[in-house]
């Protein structure tokens, strides 16, 4: 059975950091991109960031690059984004995702993590 657990959400004031983990189980992901996105409520689905697995290649929303960072650990089957410089407008549920074709729908998701960023 596939899965993807987040972990690492919580509340933290403007200016803060937080470290988001993916612990993906189930498959080898090799050939897949892990992907972050982000739902507000009462918002649309946002892509955060992406990372290729096999080579670690990174891609990210504008609004993130340069605050947010994403990694993969391969021998432990981990996704992490570090979020630094946190805003307000970074309040909402973070999802961790894999797809064999980034932007063209996941495979594979994860049940969320909450993310409050107080002022």
């Known amino acids: 059975q596939v899965q993807l657990v987040e972990s690492g959400g919580g509340l933290v004031q403007a200016g803060g950091s937080l470290r988001l983990s993916c612990e993906a189980s189930?498959?080898?992901?090799?050939?897949?991109?892990m992907k972050w996105f982000r739902q507000a409520p009462g918002k649309e689905r946002e892509f955060v960031a992406a990372?290729?697995?096999?080579?670690?290649?990174?891609y990210y929303q504008d609004s993130v690059r340069g605050r947010f960072t994403v990694s993969r650990d391969n021998a432990k089957n981990m996704v992490y984004l570090q979020m630094n410089s946190l805003k307000p407008e970074d309040t909402a549920d973070y999802y961790c995702?894999?797809?064999?074709?980034?932007?063209?729908?996941?495979?594979?998701r994860g049940q969320g993590t909450q993310v409050i960023v107080s002022l």
């Open positions: 995702a894999a797809e064999k074709r980034l932007g063209y729908g996941y495979e594979y």
């Open positions: 189930g498959r080898t992901f090799s050939g897949y991109f």
């Open positions: 990372i290729y697995w096999n080579t670690g290649t990174t």
